[in-house]
């Protein structure tokens, strides 16, 4: 169930009973390994990070390490902490606190958390980073790429309720985005954005589907306005370039994300749907629709899998000028891709990984791709090598 589900890092007990309750130490990491057959952009694993692989072998797209810790303060409160390391916005590995909360459990019904949490915008979303919960070498980027959000700082609460032999979970969640995406030389400041969202899943014996839906409030302006003004004057129209920055707002904007999740696993069989609508507030970006299916058959403890994703996003049509066009079409994602690999679990919390992403799009198709050349066309392959392990 974790592979399918990346709910949950195995706990490890290094101290118990000291009085205090019981305190966990756990971790998870990847070493990875990417590459490409083209030259023409650079592959990223998300928008977070401001370079990627091209035709040479490249361990910072999926390397990942991380440490969790669990204090059972008492049999309902509890307290976790998270530190990650991975390649990041300014192009290191600074390590940086993930979660850091409280979870209080009143009852079997009912869960409360406050401090930093991990985002749930998506199904499967929270737990990004932990490679050995997921069949594939990474989240599926085609649906993934635009949720940049990894964390927030806020709370939510999380209601269970019996439905005959199966369960129906509900959770509402608020609050303050924490963190930056690189653009160009500069990093755009998402922190101190205020997001709010829900779900309701439904768990079988074998199945769990969920529908969320999720919006966030940007705070800042994007950092685009020295590229306006490095341009020569006669590249606008008299009072063109103030109104091409107001066209291209995004503080006080609201996005709209929604989705759609089904996730199976049950004997030998591991399958997931998934389907997404993101609603930009802002002209700046394209909205987007997405989604992927994906199938893993356990054979001993080798699972190899496939899997279909497509995103395709809406081209701006009321464009104010060519310059504005070039912002905008930043965030165009119009591609497919159809993944083949293999799980090899090939020790007790361990699991060796190997992928292929025939990657399919056209030339317009940038988002979420690093340096594109002149002559990209919007075909790609990705080939990638992880070890996952949790300890």
Known sequence: MLAAFGLALPAMPVLADDGQGVFSLQGFGTLGAARTNSDQVEFVRDISQPRGTTTKWDGRVDSVLGLQA?????PELEAVVQAVTRYRYDRT?????????LKYDPSAHFSFRAGRLGTEFFMLADSRLVGYSYLTVRPVGDYFWYLPFS???GGDVLMTVPVGENLLRAKLFYGISDGYIPRAEEQWKIDGSPMTGAYVEYLLPSWVVRLSYANIKFKRSLPIAGEFSALPPAAFAPDDAASSLDY???AGTRSHYYSLGAVYDNGPWQLQFMLNHVDQGSKAFESSTAG??????RIGSVTPFVGYSW??????QDRVNQ????VAANSRSVQETTILGARWDVARNIALKAQWDAIRGDASSIFPYRREQSDWRGKLDVFSLTMDFVF
């Open 151 to 153: 964390s927030i700082d």
């Open 70 to 74: 669990n204090w059972r303060v008492m």
């Open 248 to 250: 291209l707002e995004t």
């Open 292 to 297: 992927y299916a994906l199938a893993g058959y």
């Open 311 to 316: 995103v395709d996003s809406d081209r701006r």
């Open 93 to 101: 590995f600074t390590p940086e606190i993930a979660w850091a909360y």
């Open 323 to 326: 310059v504005v066009a070039v």
